[in-house]
């Protein structure tokens, strides 16, 4: 977008080419953190949320940072280069391959089989390559087997975490409705690490400016 284009290079002009700080930009979480509250309604403060060259280092990250070698990481099939970051984590890919029928989304009854194993959960929705997305239904029991399963661990084994990629969430038309984990429940906020950023919404691919948010003892460690 042209006003984008401009701010880059006033930005440049101005001499802010320098390194940021580690999580980003002040301004620029306070930013986000506004902009999420007023489209979603999440209130995340800006030491919740990470800033990185685009989504991709991000999900990285939280790999590296969640998971230990050999730990599973459960995801549906299709799906985009899950296999590939757990090949880079050393994690076992646990994949459940979804239907037409649920328009390609998982279900929780499909994910349950794996959960008492897994330590991450990844999910994106709208989903990349599909384009389709989780009904309200859908993403509420997929919470409620997360925190269930939670639950069970307490005290005995780490945590059961959710990585909900939600880059495309803005470009939903008509009649469909983007979900996610806490606004539908929120006791998920302490499981659920989130990745966003400007390259679909903001038609600005090439920008490289992706946003995660979620528990802070994470999101300090994933910096």
């Not at 990250?61 to 799906?79: E, I």
């Not at 950023?197 to 400016?209: D, E, M, P």
Request: net charge negative.
């Amino acid at each position: 977008p042209q006003e984008l284009a401009k701010e880059i290079v006033a930005a440049y002009y101005n001499k802010q080419t320098n390194y940021p700080a580690a999580n980003g930009i002040l301004e620029l979480r306070k930013a986000v953190s506004t902009f999420m509250n007023k489209t979603e309604g999440l209130n995340y403060s800006p030491d919740e949320i990470l800033i990185s060259a685009g989504a991709r280092p991000l999900i990285y990250a939280v790999y590296t940072t969640l998971l230990d070698a050999g730990d599973t990481v459960l995801f549906p099939l299709p799906s985009w280069n899950n296999n590939h970051y757990c090949h880079m984590a050393g994690a076992k890919p646990v994949m459940v391959e979804t239907s037409p029928e649920n328009f390609f989304m998982p279900s929780a009854d499909e994910l349950a089989p794996h959960i008492k194993d897994a330590s991450l959960v990844s999910l994106c929705s709208p989903l990349n390559p599909t384009g389709t997305v989780f009904t309200r239904h859908q993403l509420e029991s997929i919470c409620d087997l997360v925190l269930e399963e939670n639950r069970r661990r307490e005290g005995t084994r780490k945590p059961l975490y959710v990585m909900y990629d939600q880059i495309y969430w803005m470009l939903t038309f008509g009649e469909t409705r983007h979900y996610n984990p806490v606004s539908l429940r929120p006791e998920m906020k302490e499981y659920t690490i989130f990745i966003d950023g400007i390259s679909k919404s903001l038609a600005a691919t090439g920008v490289r400016v992706g946003w995660s948010f979620g528990p802070t003892y994470v999101i300090d460690k994933m910096k």
